[in-house]
């Protein structure tokens, strides 16, 4: 494991990486994250490259092929709420852009709704264009995008929509290594085997001013081998709050 760790870290050159544990990583791997020069979320907010990104672990370990046990005494919904607080506390100025948990059930804690599952599947609303009354029922969210993972699918994020104009996206993340979500023991994954599913990662636009993601772009890689580039996905309009906020300060432009 330590060597696959190391192999990553040198994938990325000299970008940063922050990572959060999952529920399979042990606190051996977490240290061995740490010493390949990761930054390992632990519940504070770090700053990587201009970027403010919150996070931390999975409270739960799995070993392969047996049982779940937390690993202290927070659960999920604890970590979530925990993280919230941090990030409600925080200056506006200084509120994450990215907050990072492994699971749905500590995300939606964060977020404060009863399931992101129902959130990112139901149909009554558009994934990434406002509702016409700028209400979508879930309470203004202090961070620009929040990621989980865990359950190794592809699926549509969704954007919520905060009461001042500006938005939160929600992503769950699919597996980057083409790993199988529910092993057996004569069908796992490993890092030197062919992926036994898609892989895939997003890769985020970030507007410097108004700290908001602006746009989204999945790359996918089949297990045939080939590399897919879905196009760019826009959300919002950081020029139109903009103008928004000039005309409740009293501005005005003339051409």
Do not use: K
Not at 108 to 131: H, I, K, R, Y
Not at 201 to 224: A, C, K, N, S
Request: aromatic share 6%; hydrophobic share 35%; glycine share 10%.
């Amino acid at each position: 494991e330590g060597t696959c760790i190391r192999t990553e870290r040198e994938i990325m050159g000299e970008a940063p990486v922050a990572v959060v544990t999952g529920n399979h990583e042990s606190s051996v791997s977490a240290e061995q994250m740490a010493d390949a020069g990761m930054t390992v979320l632990e519940g504070s907010t770090e700053e990587l490259a201009g970027v403010r990104v919150l996070g931390d672990g999975d409270p739960a370990r799995s070993e392969l092929f047996g049982g779940t046990e937390l690993r202290g005494e927070e659960g999920q919904d604890d970590v979530g709420r925990r993280l919230r607080q941090v990030a409600d506390d925080a200056d506006v100025s200084d509120r994450p852009d990215l907050v990072l948990v492994h699971e749905a059930y500590a995300a939606q804690a964060f977020l404060g709704v009863e399931s992101v599952n129902v959130l990112l599947t139901q149909n009554d609303v558009s994934s990434t264009v406002a509702p016409p009354d700028g209400e979508d029922g879930i309470d203004d969210v202090p961070a620009g995008a929040v990621f989980y993972g865990h359950w190794h699918r592809s699926i549509e994020p969704r954007v919520i929509w905060n009461s001042d104009g500006t938005w939160t996206l929600l992503m769950e993340l699919d597996t980057s290594g083409g790993a199988v979500d529910t092993p057996t023991i004569n069908n796992f994954s490993t890092p030197w085997s062919q992926p036994q599913q898609e892989a895939s990662f997003p890769v985020l636009f970030l507007d410097q001013e108004t700290r908001l993601v602006t746009g989204y772009q999945i790359y996918r890689f089949e297990t045939d081998g080939r590399a897919v580039v879905e196009p760019r996905v826009s959300i919002g309009d950081p020029s139109a709050l903009e103008a928004s906020d000039d005309a409740a300060d009293g501005g005005s432009t003339t051409g």
